[in-house]
């Protein structure tokens, strides 16, 4: 079975959901407010465990009620956490207004994500076991750099999602394997706003990249190679949170198959689809039958 180790952020998201969303300095109704088990981490961990693969966490959880939900919660879709830390004080949280097009705005408040900064004893012993390792930047960079030097002094694929996007360190980039930007961020680190003009500069850094365009799907694109472009579903958005997670966490899966990339692009592609018609992030992700039946 695939082993993907994922080293990212644990948040508990506070979601409102309103018709439209507020203006700055303007006050709306909301229809209804949930808690969800969310991070960026955790979403790739919980999109990947239910695309199929066996999935190990490392990252860190706060003392508090959330605390222990989040590691319930990923417990419960079957992620490894043993190497999930439990630090003293709050869990790291997102704020997340979403309205009725499914389009959302969120506010990150890192708390227990804050404080790894280092991998801790056992992180690269479990990071040498993996098929792939997945990275965001919810995390202090130290402990990102660190993970992608790890995997890659063990032959680990490293999957590197730039989100929040932010300048992106030479070492990190060196010892990334594959850059899943979506288009937003993909102009971020390059100045571009073309998709295909972004990903020619990025691989002046690395040798693959995937951009993600939203509804109009997926950009592939490596060095020496054509780009390719993999359309996704048609479907009616209900809440795009974690959808590009969601298809994180699948494409790891299907390319640790060896799906050909062309195949993992759709199927991953599939999988974020089913997730935006469903509330919630980790709530919303599809199991390895809906995916393979959609």
């Known amino acids: 079975m695939t082993h993907i180790v994922v080293l990212g952020s644990t948040n508990m998201d506070l979601v409102a959901y309103v018709s439209r969303a507020p203006k700055l300095g303007e006050t709306v109704t909301g229809r209804e407010f949930r808690t969800v088990p969310g991070g960026k981490g955790a979403n790739q961990a919980v999109a990947a465990a239910r695309a199929g693969a066996e999935v190990s966490m490392i990252g860190a959880v706060g003392s508090d009620e959330f605390g222990t939900r989040l590691r319930a919660g990923l417990t419960g879709a079957g992620v490894d956490t043993d190497l999930l830390r439990t630090v003293d004080g709050p869990s ?12 959302n705005a969120i506010v990150v408040v890192p708390g ?23 990275l965001q ?12 030097e790890a995997a ?13 996007a932010q300048p992106l360190p030479p070492e990190l980039l060196a010892a990334t394997d594959l850059l899943v930007p979506n288009e937003h961020e993909a102009a ?9 003009s972004a990903a020619e500069a990025l691989l002046r850094h690395v040798p693959e990249v995937v951009i993600t365009l939203g509804a109009a799907g997926s950009l592939y694109a ?28 699948a494409l790891a899966v ?14 991953a592609s599939s999988a974020a689809a089913l997730s935006v018609q469903r509330p919630g992030a980790s709530s919303s992700m599809p199991y390895r039958t809906e995916i393979d039946t959609a």
Request: charged share 15%; hydrophobic share 40%; no cysteine.
């Open 152 to 164: 890659r002094r063990h032959g680990v694929r490293t999957i590197l999602t730039p989100a929040p």
């Open 222 to 249: 490596a060095r020496g190679a054509d780009p390719v472009t993999v359309p996704a579903p048609r479907v009616r958005a209900v809440d795009t949170t974690a959808a590009g997670d969601t298809f994180v966490g």
């Open 137 to 148: 930047l919810e995390l202090p960079l130290s402990a990102v750099v660190a993970g992608a």
């Open 112 to 134: 227990a994500n804050g404080t790894v900064t280092s991998l801790a004893p056992g992180d690269e012993t479990l990071i040498a076991t993996g098929t792939a390792l997945l």
């Open 92 to 103: 790291g949280t997102a704020h997340i207004v979403v309205d009725d097009e499914g389009s």
């Open 254 to 267: 299907a390319l640790g198959e060896g799906t050909p990339v062309p195949d993992a692009l759709a199927w």
């Open 188 to 196: 971020t680190l390059t100045g571009h706003a073309d998709p295909h």
